[in-house]
């Protein structure tokens, strides 16, 4: 068995035992650095009551932890299903080398799990979003912005 | 001043104080129902370790454990800049029913905070972006939701 193999597996683990578990959804994530699981992820949306709670989400912010950064370099995501735009968006941030998914999105729908309208949505343009987005914008609406940039204590990223 | 805008002034304040404190970038919202404000987070990536703590994300986190609920029902989230994918993602999860922003994301870009690369590349098909996505099957690829089906546990979302 390859090293792919050997972690995509125990993603799947991860997301089957979550169920008999209670703690949310059929899904499990691991993040894997030099050969190593540095963060690990089950679906807790229900159970925290945190829709933000995906097994992505939670393996990144874990292996976050382990590594002392907020940044996945040189990283592995391991998910038991291809990640959701909320998902994939965290991914982009937290910069891993690679995504390793074992169920298609497809698969998912059919067990009731159908992210491809999130996903046609913010495709669209905001004004055609069926959750209507309005720009109200006060005289100071940059000044956080303005702050940031004369700030000497920030950290950049 | 309509409530529109005071609940965006807040937001935008929240954004403007989070530099010196030093939690993270020039980022805030909230989240308001019935007119009363249940959820609040600014940007803090850089102090907690993870990528995945924007203000919207923090703000829906909040609001949902005030409301006891992993949807956010009849809820408005009042954001200082406009929601990045993930984001955008955790907010088509939450389910509110309208967002309002202040600046643009071509406003947040001239700051140094251009999330355009990561919209595009969450349009592309995986097999064209950057962050290669590989799809390792093994034969049990489907049994979470499998065990997902059967259980008698779960909490739908």
Redesign the interface.
Known sequence: MNE??KF??EA?KL??E???S?K?????ALVVKNGEIVGRGVNQ????????AHAE?MA??DA??T??????KDCIIYA???P?????????????????????NT??A????DDS???K???LP?SQRT????????D??????Q???K?E?????
Chains 1, 2 share one sequence.
């Not at 590594?67 to 996945?72: D, E, K, R, T």
């Not at 204590?153 to 990223?157: A, I, L």
């Open positions: 792919h193999q995509i597996e799947i997301a089957r979550n169920v008999p209670g949310g959804g059929p899904f499990g949306v229900t159970s925290n009551n945190d829709p933000t989400i990144i912010r976050c932890q590594l002392g950064s907020f940044q996945l038991s299903c291809e959701c735009p909320m998902c994939l968006g965290a991914i982009y941030w937290a910069r891993p080398k690679m995504i390793v998914f074992a169920a298609e698969d998912a059919k067990a009731g799990f309208f999130i996903y949505e913010i495709c905001a959750i209507s987005s309005v720009n109200v914008k006060p100071d609406f940059f000044s956080p912005f702050t940031w940039t700030s204590r920030k950290t950049p990223y």
